[in-house]
DNA sequence: AATTGATTGAAACATTTGTTTGAAACGATC
DNA sequence: GATCGTTTCAAACAAATGTTTCAATCAATT
């Protein structure tokens, strides 16, 4: 029962089926290709997960929480400046989605599942998602003038989110749209550096605009 | 031969089968539920696109060429102000995507082959997305300072594109996030408006910050 | 009315796939 | 070393699925 991280037969196929289930999707994937990738019998998947159901949403669940270990937030104290939280935040969030070169079948997974919930989905969202939401709406809180509405809070928040996840949901398209050489360049903190300053810029016109607003009526 | 609109098997076939694909993926759809459907015999399939493979893919190119005949980019003239173009384009984005109630599917289906890609993806890349890629590309040439890096025009286009993608690939998530009363009032106005003002605010102060460089340096 | 070509229909075929089975191998415990 | 629970293995099962076949049907043309 327990899933840790030994070399055990039950977390070989874990692994298998989630590199498989991310490439070629639930369906297309063979309990057979599974097994013979992890080194075990057929019969393994039914004896450790039941049926190729369970067995896939372990797989999801286990991918996405992983994802999320693999870099944390930043250590931040009362006296951390929003900006400085916020750019904290989408780096963080891009190192989750474009990680290691050999961990994005992760990602992948995770946002096939999106795409096609199944019970994995609803709750990575209320489990792992939302914890992540609620911080930065409460960054966004610090930049943004008070009285803001919590509706355009949330739309800023996917503003961002919306921005960083682009790169791993349209990868192929990119790769068609821009020079090879180009998207060779495109790493981790190059974009996360363009999404943070133009979110920033929005944010303080926002600020500023709402001071001159509020200056100009009294 | 001849596609066109007729109530035809064929075209019913076509309909079917991309509702079908969106919704369940390839492999889980099968012939036989396409077929049943659309009111046609099991053998209609191979018949008339001699396998299940040829089906999708042109499924799947028929369904983006509708999506973007469905809304078309305003008409533009040479006085129109840029900022009024990009309000515009975004817009036709958004109605692209998000449509009618009933064709989501469309961009469900070709969001899942962008995930998987299939020969359809490269030649939808190449044929329909690139042309709408240069047009935004000309109207943040007329937004962003002279001397912008390509590099930059691109990754800022991405933002706009990754921004308004987000509320498709997202969907059931943000279902989870936000209050369903006020995920019941985002509709493509709002989303647009939201958008728009957003990444104006960011160019507007790349200019801004551009000309106080420029100007301090002379 | 006959003919010709395109379309549809029901059934069958061959393969693949998830799952099950029951015996063999293994490992720790007494 | 015998025993008991766990794990592995090869083989088989049953259901589903893409594809094919060939006769029946239809529609237009002569």
């Known amino acids: 029962m327990a899933d840790n991280d030994l070399d055990t037969t039950r977390v070989r196929i874990l692994e298998s089926a989630g590199q498989m289930f991310a490439e070629r999707?639930?369906?297309?994937?063979?309990?057979?290709?599974?097994?013979?990738a992890a080194g075990a019998n057929v019969a393994a998947v039914n004896y450790y997960f039941g049926d190729k159901e369970r067995l896939y949403i372990e797989a999801v669940v286990r991918a996405h929480r992983w994802r999320l270990d693999q870099a944390q937030l930043p250590d931040w104290n009362a006296t951390t400046p929003p900006r400085e939280k916020l750019a904290g935040f989408i780096h963080t969030f891009f190192e989750r989605i474009l990680g290691g070169k050999d961990d994005t079948w992760r990602t992948r997974l995770v946002?096939?599942?999106?795409?096609?919930?199944?019970?994995?989905?609803?709750?990575?969202?209320?489990?792992?998602?939302?914890?992540?939401?609620?911080?930065?709406?409460?960054?966004?809180?610090?930049?943004?003038?008070?009285?803001?509405?919590?509706?355009?809070?949330?739309?800023?928040?996917?503003?961002?989110?919306g921005q960083c996840l682009f790169y791993h949901v349209a990868e192929p398209i990119i790769c068609n749209l821009v020079d090879g050489a180009e998207f060779a360049t495109y790493d981790v903190d190059k974009l996360a550096e363009h999404v943070t300053k133009l979110t920033l810029a929005a944010l303080d016109a926002k600020a500023a605009h709402a001071a001159r607003g509020a200056g100009a009526r009294r």
Do not use: K, W, Y
């Open 25 to 36: 999707g639930f369906e297309s994937t063979t309990v057979r290709d599974i097994c013979q």
């Open 111 to 161: 946002m096939r599942e999106f795409m096609n919930p199944t019970a994995a989905c609803a709750e990575i969202a209320q489990s792992n998602i939302r914890p992540q939401f609620e911080i930065l709406q409460s960054i966004l809180r610090e930049l943004l003038p008070q009285g803001t509405s919590d509706e355009e809070l949330h739309l800023t928040a996917f503003s961002i989110v």
